[in-house]
């Protein structure tokens, strides 16, 4: 059974940043896509950022320039460096992966963002 390990969530203040990361385990085969969605209570979950196997990416309009989603070294490893930080980052943070027909989730990890 697949499953997506994340870490790096935590509080920060406003205008500072923090490194989200996440990696596929127990997964032979490699993932088509991953990438990092959030939610806040009362609301749907939202795309924030998404890469390929051949590191095409796709960011949300409202962090553009401020967030930049990689792929990391090791096989099925994804990472979200998130700079100037705002208040309105706060929410859970989700990763996410794809293979073919297959769409995996992590527990999600917190990012609040004090003002």
């Known amino acids: 059974q697949v499953q997506l390990v994340e870490s790096g969530g935590g509080l920060v203040q406003a205008g500072g940043s923090l490194r989200l990361s996440c990696a596929a385990i127990?997964?032979?085969?490699?993932?088509?896509?991953m990438g990092w969605y959030r939610q806040v209570p009362g609301k749907q979950r939202e795309l924030v950022a998404t890469i390929t196997n051949d590191d095409n990416t796709n960011y949300a309009d409202s962090i553009k320039g401020r967030f930049t989603i990689s792929r990391g070294n090791a096989k099925n490893t994804v990472y979200l460096q998130m700079n100037s930080l705002e208040p309105e980052d706060t929410a859970i943070y989700y990763c996410?992966?794809?293979?073919?027909?297959?769409?995996?989730w992590g527990q999600g990890t917190q990012v609040t963002v004090s003002s």
């Open positions: 127990r997964s032979i085969l490699t993932m088509h896509s």
């Open positions: 996410n992966a794809i293979r073919e027909s297959l769409t995996y």
